[in-house]
């Protein structure tokens, strides 16, 4: 009689992987709670931090390395507002296919990421929506981060 090796036997032999797996599990769980507590910071995080720095205050990787970039301190949003914090303003400069007056005298140096985040995509009413929702968690992340 055959006995087959299966992915148990693996594990009985080996509590090391086991630990492992178990570890790497979790933290793969927690990992999507995380991010379901802070909508739009993993897109902040790999979209706007390089060049407005973790902390939004505009002191990105990107600065040392791209001769004259000056990005906004995102931080002080609200405060330069009279305390309100533009949330369409900022809307409309993340998504970059209206017209933005800030971003339009020279060069435009910040991305279009309405475009980008369906990149790859046909453009359709449910990917639009997609857009339209990524946008937004990033632009209530943004006013999470706001100094008082």
Request: hydrophobic letters at 40%; charged letters at 25%; one cysteine or more.
């Amino acid at each position: 009689m055959r006995h087959r090796f299966t992915a148990r036997h693996a594990l009985a032999l080996c509590p090391r992987i086991a630990l492992g797996l178990w570890v790497a599990i979790f933290l793969w769980m927690t990992a999507g709670v995380a991010r379901a507590e802070t909508p739009g910071k993993e897109d902040y995080l790999t979209t706007c931090a390089v060049c407005h720095g973790t902390d939004g205050k505009g002191k990105g990787e990107a600065v040392r390395v791209l001769v004259g970039l000056e990005p906004g301190d995102l931080t002080q949003l609200s405060k330069r507002n009279g305390g309100k914090f533009p949330s369409d303003a900022v809307y409309r400069a993340i998504d970059g296919r209206d017209e933005v007056c800030a971003h339009h005298l020279g060069s435009r140096r910040m991305p279009v990421w309405g475009l980008d985040f369906e990149l790859g995509s046909e453009q359709d009413p449910e990917s639009e929506a997609r857009i339209k929702r990524r946008i937004s968690a990033l632009v209530s992340y943004i006013e999470s981060i706001q100094q008082k």
